[in-house]
């Protein structure tokens, strides 16, 4: 069975550049998490998809950012002008939702580093 | 509002000794609450929740958490620690009053077993 998986787990960029981060859930999951890891912080909530529709995209710091699912399976997390404040790990978690009460199971991240 | 608080930023504990690493959390509802442990370069790893029911939950690992509702905490207990647990420590938290989705994490602890 396997986990989750996030490609690439590392990304280096420079600053104003585009970037795009995958994710591969658990198979069956049809809730989608993204997350993000500062230093020194724990995870804070981006996006979340239930299937292929965004539920909830309250975590988004701003519309430089944006997710898609389109097939309800594997997400891409999308960051356009990327500002060196947005270096950080990016955490993907899926579940097969239960009304709150799901285990969240996370991927190895990805490490994101603006020059 | 949600939020969790871990008040200790470094636990030692000598290998053999029991360990504690404490969580208070804020919630308007009912709180589900979720302990996550954290290796070097690797996603997290989830080790136990509450949900309802039975205050003391056991988890992964030989862990386990104790859920004080008066105190409005939940802090993750093993008996017996063991080198390999050292790691970081996260508590998180859900507001079950509307079916809240993602997770408030708190900042975490680090734990570092000592031989």
């Known amino acids: 069975g396997a986990g989750v998986s996030q490609t690439p787990s590392n990304k280096v960029t420079e600053k104003g550049k585009y970037v795009e981060l995958r994710c591969d859930p658990i198979?069956?999951?049809?809730?989608l998490y993204w997350y993000r890891q500062s230093l020194g912080q724990g995870p804070e909530f981006l996006i979340y998809?239930?299937?292929?529709?965004?539920?909830?995209d309250s975590g988004l710091p701003n519309d430089r950012f944006f997710a898609v699912r389109p097939e309800g399976s594997v997400s891409t997390l999308k960051i356009q002008r990327t500002e060196r404040g947005d270096s950080a790990v990016y955490l993907c978690?899926?579940?097969?939702?239960?009304?709150?009460?799901?285990?969240?199971?996370f991927g190895p991240g990805t490490r994101l580093t603006v020059l | 509002a949600q939020s969790v608080a871990q008040p200790e930023d470094q636990v030692n504990v000598a290998e053999g000794n029991p360990l504690t690493v404490k969580c208070t959390y804020s919630?308007?509802?009912?709180?589900?609450l979720f302990w996550y442990v954290q290796y070097p370069n690797r996603g997290l790893q989830f080790l136990l929740k509450y949900i309802t029911g039975d205050n003391l939950v056991k988890g992964s690992y030989g862990f386990e958490a104790e859920f004080n509702k008066s105190q409005t905490s939940f802090h993750l207990k093993k008996p017996s620690a063991l080198v390999s647990d050292s790691a970081l420590y996260f508590c998180a938290v859900r507001d079950g009053r509307n079916g809240a989705n993602n997770l408030f994490f708190g900042t975490g602890t680090r734990l570092t077993v000592i031989p």
């Open positions: 978690a899926s579940s097969f939702p239960a009304g709150g009460t799901d285990t969240q199971y």
């Open positions: 919630v308007s509802g009912n709180p589900y």
């Open positions: 198979s069956g999951h049809t809730a």
């Open positions: 998809f239930q299937g292929t529709g965004a539920a909830d």
